[in-house]
């Protein structure tokens, strides 16, 4: 069975329909990429999938794991393993990321029916993850995002994941905004991800993230629905000669 | 046909009551009261409460009629059959709440409903010279002390409260810190209200001297017990020498049934800081009224709070920062929390007086509206006479941000806990203030408190 199913997904937003008929599937096991121009709807697929208020689902289904998606709030969604790492990460003033990750985490594991981590349990847990992807003791005590680096954001989008572990992961472009070494840092923090049990969605503008996680399947998203799938070698093929031919495709 | 002002018509003649006004409220208890007040046999004090009392009597209480007091009605005091605390022997409380026992370690003066209680109170190990007494004690047995520095500070003239205080005042904490003095441990200043059967009036009176270089931290709690009505009319006096400093925190968690008014004037002495922090989140009605005189070169005031207003409760603020001397410094961080039905006025003010050049004087009230229904009256202000100054102030209010729920729904999060901990960190912005880490902490707990009854537990 899949552990994503879209299926004739059409969705408005501001009565404006953004997304027109758009089908994907992911297995276990499976990275997907998305590729498209900006403004082709991937961040709205991105947001609907992770339940987030403002867009009218026109038709079409979505199921996770066999059962309805779209009948699940946000939270519901991601304690059920759907994580999204966000294009633009928001701040908040106020709240650590330390304390971010351990309330995240622990709802969670609560919610499988787990105890709570302990203090020392979680540190050690979160600083093995941190410290791959750069990330001191310094950072978490700091403020979620604010002042932040673009990269820092980045890096700290792709430790809340490596903490909350989800099924399914969805990356809307991870990529932007990073130097290539940041990059590098960003693409093995998320292929260490990869497994058996776990999908990934990569959405992405450009094809460089890819040649750091290799997708086993590409698609490309323009006006509004799956205008080509294909291998990696789709996404060099973009690169080469840009998204025009499926904007005229579809025009 | 113009009309002029001359021609406007008289109006209709009428017999001039003579006592068409009650009494202000409490007044006419005075006569009763006061030869029992302590230190009644002073004439300086005697002198002192009748000039009060004549203020009081002519100016009355605060009415909506007045701009400091347009969003802060006192109507309901009039409603009360109010006896001064001083008639009314106080119940027996022989075991502090819970969360005033833990709030700080250290010494602790408790007085209840006004009256110093000794039993509970704990100020052995004090260093020579540091005089920490109730001022009922002091004026049996140091009057000229207490003659010297009350009134002072806090005028009874054009100020009806600190009149009504002056006229009934009876009792309070004394502190005065010799020179270069420190305290190690914060002092607890520990107000307990229990009226018993019929509504009070609580009047304390207090004065903290700290002289040249002394330090020390002053933790002030309020409380009461009971659901009957009470009106606490606090005034306090801080006069901080040079190089003096004095941290002020203060949980004012009173009954639903209470009205808590507190006034706190301060000196600040060259090179001084007032560094004062107060968590409002009980009482029916309460108002903080801060008064800084910044006469000291180099004087640095900070004044911080929190205010978490419930349905039906209202949370008033009001700062006066006075810039009297060149390069002085003075910084406020307020945060509001109000909830459907409940209401914050803040009302901040920085004068900058003509010679007080180099100013650096900073002002920011933030509200968070966590409901249709909640009401705040926000009116900052700044008076600026000099020409070489940092001034600014800020003001903002509104709802949690859409954007940050999303973020923490999106991480598993319900959006009941998101809520309460964006709040939460909110109010804490403000509570970070407090130097002391401990304090912080406790001071965050009690914020934590208030959450729970909002939001339920923690995520
Ligand atoms: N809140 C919104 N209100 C109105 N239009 C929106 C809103 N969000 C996105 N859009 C529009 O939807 C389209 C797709 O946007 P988006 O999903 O962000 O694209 P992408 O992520 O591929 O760049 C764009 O035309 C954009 O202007
Ligand atoms: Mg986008």
Redesign the pocket.
Known sequence: MALLEISGLRAA??G?E?LTGLDLAIDPGEVHAIM????????????ILAGRD?YEVLSGTVRYDGADLLALSADERARAGIFLAF?YPVELPGVTGMNFLKTALNVARTSRGESEMDAMDFLKFVRARAAKLGIDDDMLRRFVNVGFSGGEKKRFEILQMAVLEPRLAIL??TDSGLDIDALKVVAEGVNAMRGPDRGLLI?T?YQRLLDYIVPDHVHV?AN?RIAASGGKELALELEEKGYARFLEVAA | MPVSLKSRPEPPDRPMLENAMPPPLLSDRHAATAARLPGSGLAWLGDLRGQALASYRAEGLPTRKLEAWRKTPLDHLAGLDLAPAELTAPPAVDTLPPWQRELVQGPSIVFVNGHHHPGLSRLSGLPDGVLIDSLAHLLEHRPALIEAHIGRLATPKGHALAALNAAFMGDGLVVRLPAGIRLDQPLHLINIAAPGAGAIAIQPRHLVILEAGAAMTLVESHTGLGDTAYFANAVTEISLAPKARLRHIKAQLETPAATHLASVTVSLGEDALYDAFTLNSGALLARQETYVDITGRQGEARVNGVYLAAAGQQQDNVTRIVHDTTDSLSRQNFRGVIDAGGKGVFQGKILVKRHAQRTDGHQLNRVLLLAPGARIDAKPELEIYADDVKCSHGATAGELDEDALFYLCARGIPPAAARRMLTEAFAGEAVNEIADQTLRQSFMALVRSWLDTRFGAPA
């Open positions: 937003v501001d404006k953004i498209g121009p900006n403004g082709s709807g991937k961040s709205t697929l991105s947001h403002g294009q809307d472009e959405i503008h998203l509004g």
